[in-house]
């Protein structure tokens, strides 16, 4: 690199990411979706999503009722919003929460090995071994159905696939003559794993918690479809197509509307975590 | 000061081979403070294992490693900041030892940070001299790795080394993997230093015209043991045992060095380091082997006081 390139930033990442439209879109969509989250959660959606006005049940979008109404007279856009902030908040809490167990562990059983290291994958694989859902359900079936109830079963259902993303990359790292190099140095454990290792392994985990919000999300509205997730009255986009299901053939809206909302958010935060993967991996970078 | 290795052993067992692998078979060396010692062999010879055993990256598995009387490496494991300074590591590969994360400032300031060793406020300063001192300009201390030529790196991995303020550097092939035109700029450097900051080197490299260069005295190992080992003009003007013979061939320059009358005398690969021939672990490539020879492993004997070789064909 010539001499006249000027000191790069750690934010090089950014600049890239913002070069590439469909992350730029992905990004888009993810804040439409959470600014409608949070204006719901502040209570300003323009009508209250429990409000029952049985006069107006199944009315199709309108100036008053911009996605249509239910069965109840509830007005969609309002539930939907909501369900979509009930979505987004199980979503955060489960990767956060599996983002956090799985990197630590995968981190610490990937460096020192031996024993620890063994019981981990094997712990993982044993989750592994499940489909997701069904033991989302199992899970959820044992805990309950409040929102952190929820979280907590996707949580341990994606805690494996942090373990996984974490480990693999350092043990390559924890290779490198780079980490080696501080260990003469003489320079504590903690601080090559913070300092040197984690900064090294950060992307895949980073691109890992994007694609894992999709799927979260997804997990979170199939329980509540199932009527695992979100009990009745409060809305979720899960059970909202549940319960539209009987009313499609004649109130479209009901099921198209909270369809569409888990549809812009999946592929919004999937186009974000392919925009993050090339942003984050400087080969990919280099070639664009 | 003095560094003393005394009959090291260091064996891996590869599990899935059932089989234990004599990386180094009873080594022993020592180095004066200041000097030069330089080690050569072959791939495999167990030079590189050597220079993990004197920075503390692994333990011997039989010997002991002193430097003026004090255990070695014993600082990783047990924790010890003091040990750790003594001895740093320079790496053969300037494109793997540098945290790709971090600038080089940060990098070399961390050292300082770390083991204290400048006021809080003196750290940029410091960094700066360090850098200066390698022949990097100070504007480049917010650079990244990969922002720099690779000989550029390789300064900067030296630099972070003295940063530790070590005794006794080991420079695994520091410039095998730089641009010959930029291998001399650092060879000199390295001397330069080695001057300035009254240091003691282990210079490690598979090619001995880089190690004439810069040592004082010549170890060559093959297959984990000491063949031959003496003052630089004396290994390389007279070499004894056959595998220094051939390795002194090797160099272009060297072609005809006197009291060689074979040629290609390297004939057949290294013997696998995990089924070692019995005897001398060279009788199989070795143009004067006698049946003796796979017999009994030799000794490093005394040619005269500065001059050993583990040869008894030769001393007859």
């Given at each position: 690199?010539?001499?006249?390139?000027?000191?790069?930033?750690?934010?090089?990442?950014?600049?890239?990411?913002?070069?590439s439209?469909?992350?730029?879109?992905?990004?888009?969509?993810?804040?439409?979706?959470v600014?409608?989250?949070?204006?719901?959660?502040?209570?300003?959606?323009?009508?209250?999503?429990?409000?029952?006005?049985?006069?107006?049940?199944?009315?199709?979008?309108?100036?008053?009722?911009?996605?249509?109404?239910d069965?109840?007279?509830?007005?969609?856009?309002?539930?939907?919003?909501?369900?979509?902030?009930?979505?987004?908040?199980?979503?955060l809490?489960?990767?956060?929460?599996?983002?956090?167990?799985?990197?630590?562990?995968g981190?610490?059983?990937?460096?020192?090995?031996?024993?620890?290291?063994?019981?981990?994958?094997?712990?993982?694989?044993?989750?592994?071994?499940?489909?997701?859902?069904?033991?989302?359900l199992?899970?959820?079936?044992?805990?309950?159905?409040?929102?952190i109830?929820?979280?907590?079963?996707?949580?341990?259902?994606?805690?494996?696939?942090?373990?996984?993303?974490?480990?693999?990359?350092?043990l390559?790292?924890?290779?490198?003559?780079?980490?080696?190099?501080?260990?003469?140095?003489?320079?504590?454990?903690?601080?090559?794993?913070?300092?040197?290792?984690?900064?090294?392994?950060?992307?895949?985990?980073?691109?890992?918690?994007?694609?894992?919000?999709?799927?979260a999300?997804l997990?979170?509205?199939?329980?509540?479809?199932?009527?695992?997730?979100?009990?009745?009255?409060?809305?979720?986009?899960?059970?909202?197509?549940?319960?539209?299901?009987?009313?499609?053939?004649?109130?479209?809206?009901?099921?198209?509307?909270?369809?569409?909302?888990?549809?812009v958010?999946?592929?919004?935060?999937?186009?974000?975590?392919?925009?993050?993967?090339?942003?984050?991996?400087?080969?990919?970078?280099?070639?664009? | 000061?003095?560094?003393?290795?005394?009959?090291?052993?260091?064996?891996?067992?590869?599990?899935s081979?059932?089989?234990?692998?004599?990386?180094?078979?009873g080594?022993?060396?020592?180095?004066?403070?200041?000097?030069?010692?330089?080690?050569?062999?072959?791939?495999?010879?167990?030079?590189?294992?050597?220079?993990?055993?004197?920075?503390?990256?692994?333990?011997?598995?039989?010997?002991?490693?002193?430097?003026?009387?004090?255990?070695?490496?014993?600082?990783?494991?047990?924790?010890?900041?003091?040990?750790?300074?003594?001895t740093?590591?320079?790496?053969?590969?300037?494109?793997?030892?540098?945290?790709?994360?971090?600038?080089?400032?940060?990098?070399?300031?961390?050292?300082?940070?770390?083991?204290?060793?400048?006021?809080?406020?003196?750290?940029?300063?410091?960094?700066?001299?360090?850098?200066?001192?390698?022949?990097?300009?100070?504007?480049?201390?917010?650079?990244?790795?990969?922002?720099?030529?690779?000989?550029?790196?390789?300064?900067?991995?030296?630099?972070?080394?003295?940063?530790?303020?070590?005794?006794?550097l080991?420079?695994?092939?520091?410039?095998?993997?730089?641009?010959?035109?930029?291998?001399?700029?650092?060879?000199?450097?390295?001397?330069?230093?080695?001057?300035?900051?009254n240091?003691?080197?282990?210079?490690?490299?598979?090619?001995?015209?880089?190690?004439?260069?810069?040592?004082?005295?010549?170890?060559?190992?093959y297959?984990?043991?000491?063949?031959?080992?003496?003052?630089?003009?004396?290994?390389?003007?007279s070499?004894?045992?056959?595998?220094?013979?051939?390795?002194?061939?090797?160099?272009?320059?060297?072609?005809?060095?006197?009291?060689?009358?074979?040629?290609?005398?390297?004939?057949?690969?290294?013997?696998?380091?995990?089924?070692?021939?019995?005897?001398?672990?060279?009788?199989?490539?070795?143009?004067?082997?006698?049946?003796?020879?796979?017999?009994?492993?030799?000794?490093?004997?005394?040619?005269?006081?500065?001059?050993?070789?583990?040869?008894?064909?030769?001393?007859?």
């Amino acid at each position: 690199m010539s001499k006249e390139t000027k000191a790069a930033s750690s934010k090089d990442w950014v600049h890239y990411y913002f070069k590439s439209t469909s992350g730029v879109i992905g990004l888009i969509l993810v804040l439409i979706m959470v600014t409608l989250s949070i204006i719901s959660a502040l209570n300003l959606a323009p009508i209250d999503p429990l409000e029952q006005n049985p006069v107006d049940a199944l009315k199709g979008p309108s100036g008053t009722y911009w996605f249509g109404t239910d069965q109840f007279g509830r007005d969609i856009f309002s539930r939907s919003i909501d369900g979509m902030s009930r979505s987004l908040s199980v979503a955060l809490l489960s990767v956060g929460i599996a983002a956090l167990v799985g990197v630590f562990l995968g981190v610490i059983g990937g460096f020192f090995g031996g024993w620890l290291d063994g019981l981990v994958v094997r712990a993982s694989d044993v989750i592994f071994a499940f489909p997701a859902i069904l033991l989302a359900l199992a899970i959820v079936n044992s805990l309950g159905n409040s929102w952190i109830d929820t979280s907590i079963a996707i949580a341990i259902v994606y805690t494996p696939i942090f373990i996984r993303v974490a480990r693999g990359p350092v043990l390559t790292v924890k290779e490198m003559d780079y980490v080696k190099s501080v260990r003469v140095l003489g320079f504590s454990t903690p601080r090559i794993l913070i300092r040197h290792v984690m900064p090294n392994v950060l992307a895949p985990i980073v691109v890992q918690i994007a694609l894992s919000l999709s799927w979260a999300i997804l997990t979170e509205s199939g329980l509540s479809f199932l009527g695992l997730g979100t009990q009745p009255p409060d809305a979720s986009l899960g059970l909202m197509v549940s319960e539209a299901q009987p009313l499609a053939a004649f109130a479209w809206w009901s099921l198209f509307f909270p369809s569409l909302f888990i549809t812009v958010v999946v592929v919004g935060l999937n186009l974000v975590g392919d925009g993050l993967r090339d942003a984050l991996d400087p080969a990919r970078r280099s070639s664009g | 000061m003095t560094l003393t290795i005394r009959d090291v052993t260091k064996k891996y067992s590869i599990k899935s081979r059932k089989t234990v692998v004599n990386a180094l078979n009873g080594v022993s060396l020592t180095v004066e403070k200041g000097k030069t010692l330089g080690i050569v062999g072959e791939s495999g010879c167990g030079k590189s294992t050597l220079a993990r055993l004197i920075v503390g990256l692994e333990q011997p598995t039989e010997g002991s490693l002193n430097w003026s009387g004090a255990p070695l490496g014993q600082g990783v494991r047990n924790g010890l900041r003091s040990h750790h300074t003594k001895t740093q590591l320079v790496f053969q590969d300037p494109y793997s030892s540098l945290n790709p994360r971090q600038t080089i400032g940060a990098c070399i300031a961390e050292v300082i940070k770390t083991h204290k060793l400048r006021a809080e406020d003196q750290v940029n300063a410091r960094v700066i001299e360090l850098l200066s001192v390698v022949g990097i300009a100070e504007d480049m201390q917010n650079r990244f790795p990969h922002q720099l030529s690779g000989g550029q790196r390789q300064r900067v991995a030296i630099a972070r080394a003295l940063a530790a303020e070590p005794d006794l550097l080991v420079l695994d092939e520091p410039v095998s993997a730089l641009d010959v035109s930029v291998r001399a700029d650092v060879m000199n450097l390295l001397v330069d230093l080695k001057n300035q900051f009254n240091l003691t080197y282990i210079f490690i490299s598979h090619d001995l015209s880089m190690v004439r260069h810069i040592s004082d005295d010549i170890a060559v190992m093959y297959l984990g043991r000491v063949v031959e080992y003496g003052s630089w003009s004396e290994v390389l003007s007279s070499p004894k045992h056959p595998y220094t013979k051939a390795l002194i061939q090797s160099i272009p320059e060297h072609t005809t060095v006197r009291g060689i009358d074979f040629e290609n005398v390297l004939e057949g690969e290294v013997p696998d380091p995990a089924n070692l021939p019995k005897g001398c672990a060279f009788n199989q490539r070795c143009p004067i082997a006698v049946p003796a020879c796979a017999e009994k492993v030799p000794e490093l004997l005394e040619l005269t006081s500065h001059h050993l070789v583990a040869c008894p064909e030769v001393l007859k």
